[in-house]
């Protein structure tokens, strides 16, 4: 063979192995780049899942709240609704996620509601002056699961 067939056949190879190795290369990295933005597009679907998740059990947890005060205020013109505030205290002490702190500290108040509540229904048609006791003792009640719940509420969502 001639040296200038040679080099032409040596060009045209390495052009083929350049090509070749382009190719590989490319498909390579578009399926790096392809599963990385799959992967970055699961992630964001799985936080914003989780927060809409949140943002519905909290939503729960307020209006079953805003509930069972009412059900429970011994002020309210329709008075102590012994059987909806005990619903409500259950309903509650479902959603509450017992792994925390604050969430445990809002049950142990509403374990102490629920007790108050016990003992001022007996009482509940006796006049004013004949059941104070009971009457702040289930205020205080109130103010603690209040006071616990807004903990809980203003919690920060985790950040990733």
């Known amino acids: 063979m001639s040296d200038t067939v040679l ?6 190879g390495g052009a ?7 190719v590989v290369s490319q498909v390579f990295i578009t399926r790096t780049i392809i599963r990385a933005e799959r992967d970055r597009l699961a992630e964001e679907i799985h936080g914003e899942e989780a927060s809409r998740a949140r943002e519905k059990r909290e939503e729960r947890i307020l ?14 013109d329709a008075g102590v609704s012994y059987g909806k505030a005990a619903n409500l205290i259950v309903r509650l002490q479902l959603l509450l996620d017992l792994n925390t702190q604050a969430e445990r500290s809002l049950n142990g108040a509403l374990n102490g509601l629920g007790l108050r509540l016990q003992e001022y229904f007996p009482v509940r048609s006796r006049s004013i002056d004949n059941k104070v006791m009971e009457t702040k003792q289930l205020l205080q009640a109130h103010a603690e699961v ?3 719940a807004k903990t809980v509420l203003q919690r920060k969502a985790p950040t990733h």
Request: net charge negative; hydrophobic share 55%.
């Open 7 to 12: 080099s032409a056949i040596i060009g045209v």
């Open 146 to 148: 209040l006071e616990r």
């Open 63 to 76: 209006d079953a709240l805003s509930e069972l005060l009412v059900a429970s205020d011994p002020q309210s």
């Open 16 to 22: 083929v192995l350049v090509a070749m190795t382009s």
